[in-house]
């Protein structure tokens, strides 16, 4: 074989080339084990994100990725096995209620999450905010789960599941290189097939707050993953959703596990409850679980109880309904606005926990400011306080952002908040 070194690969793609196998299959092997340093990784997704790839380099990216690390089998745990995954969009915190949902049906959830990626939040930072909650199982502790356990778990890929793209997938975080279809595509492809699910959907979202901003490509990111899939043996399909706007009414990991919370006892907003109910569907029917009456499952508390079981067998407090909570409690407001979700997620402090910004992840909550939240009802929780902000100058910096729309500013009673620990910070304007 003729030798490989990380600048040529990298110009090939620069020079809008196709890579051959043997360049893929080194670079993935390289920088799993170093060889290739970030810096040179990055240059390659940036080559990537700006000429693309073919079906077929995307399929061995998404082979190498794979055999990157190991494989796992849940064959032997009895049950018919689906899951489910999520392009991500603000809001988004369907996977919570969703897991256990599709459990009580008899079908076995292994849902190995992420972190937040670009300007979405992800499922571990939310669940994380419930105390004790262990991310990091070991593979037995799954096949326990899911075999005579709860029968639904989300956690942390293992170190050994697809660490290629592990190390890729941060990287991308920080390179403005996460809208690439390929390594979308590729990131999520490697970590589903490893995983060993037997049957998967896709929640591809559309919009300004998703990935995707229009029809056509995200059709075209669902068809690949949904080729990728099926090549692999594992029954794939794909639904496009909507992400123009927020899911719900809450944003924020500890307000997302409430807002999800609400779901699972037969409440919560009509929104989550449709997505929440027709992605179990879905799901089903792939494993073979046809006709599923998934909204009693809500309204009797089967899927109430799964939760609960999930949440302490991975060391967590079962939540339960937050039924006290009074009108009061909540501000709703209305923005009279129209702007992108996107437009100041640059900014470092209202981006995603986990991230490097002016903020600590156990000071800012939400990758987004409220005013993105146009015309949808937004539920906060008291106490407010400015003085307990560590760093004075982010009330200056968020009135910059927010000065050039008077409209926003006079009829919003907040002009910005901040999640820290299990409290809202904001600014109450006079």
């Not at 994100?49 to 032997?76: C, H, P, V, Y």
Request: net charge neutral; charged share 25%.
């Amino acid at each position: 074989m003729a030798i490989v070194d990380a600048v040529d690969v990298i110009r090939t793609k620069r020079d809008g080339g196709t890579l051959s196998p043997e360049h893929i299959d080194w670079v993935i092997d390289a920088y799993t084990s170093g060889v290739v340093k970030d810096e040179q990784m990055a240059a390659l997704a940036m080559a990537i994100f700006l000429r693309g790839m073919n079906r077929e380099e995307i399929a061995r990216w998404t082979d190498a990725m794979i055999r990157s690390g190991q494989r796992m089998d849940f064959s032997g745990i009895g049950k018919p096995t689906a899951d489910k995954h999520s392009t991500g969009g603000v809001g988004d915190k369907i996977t919570l209620p969703l897991a256990p949902l599709v459990a009580c049906f008899g079908v076995a959830v292994p849902q190995l999450s992420g972190r937040g990626l670009g300007h979405t939040g992800g499922t571990l930072d939310k669940l994380e905010s419930i105390p004790g909650w262990r991310a990091q199982l070991s593979n037995e502790e799954i096949m326990t789960q899911l075999g005579s356990g709860c029968g639904a778990v989300i956690c942390a890929a293992g170190v050994g599941l697809a660490p290629a793209d592990k190390k890729l997938y941060a990287l991308r975080d920080i390179t403005s290189t996460v809208e690439s279809i390929p390594l979308i595509a590729s990131s999520i492809m490697s970590k589903k097939i490893a995983e060993g699910t037997g049957a998967l959907v896709l929640d591809v979202k559309v919009g300004s707050g998703a990935f995707m901003k229009d029809l056509d490509t995200a059709r075209e990111l669902a068809r690949t993953m949904v080729d990728l899939g099926r090549d692999a043996g594992v029954a794939t399909r794909a639904l496009l959703t909507d992400m123009s706007v927020p899911l719900g009414r809450k944003i924020g990991n500890a307000l997302e596990v409430e807002e999800s919370v609400e779901v699972l006892a037969g409440a919560g907003p009509s929104d989550v409850v449709e997505l929440t109910c027709e992605l179990a569907r879905n799901m089903l029917d792939l494993a073979g679980v046809h006709d599923a009456d998934v909204e009693e499952a809500l309204r009797d508390g089967r899927a109430m109880d799964r939760w609960r079981q999930m949440i302490r067998e991975q060391g967590g407090e079962a939540l339960s309904h937050h039924a006290g909570r009074t009108e009061n409690s909540y501000l709703e407001f209305f923005h009279g606005i129209s702007l992108s979700f996107q437009k100041e997620s640059k900014d470092s402090y209202f981006q995603a926990p986990g991230r490097k910004s002016g903020l600590s992840r156990s000071q800012c909550f939400v990758p987004l400011p409220p005013l993105w939240l146009c015309f949808k009802r937004l539920s906060m929780s008291s106490p407010f306080s400015v003085e307990s902000l560590s760093d004075p100058g982010a009330i200056n910096r968020a009135e910059r952002i927010l000065s050039p729309f008077p409209s926003f500013m006079e009829s919003t009673p907040f002009a910005f908040f901040f999640w820290r620990g299990s409290s809202l910070i904001g600014k109450r304007r006079k």
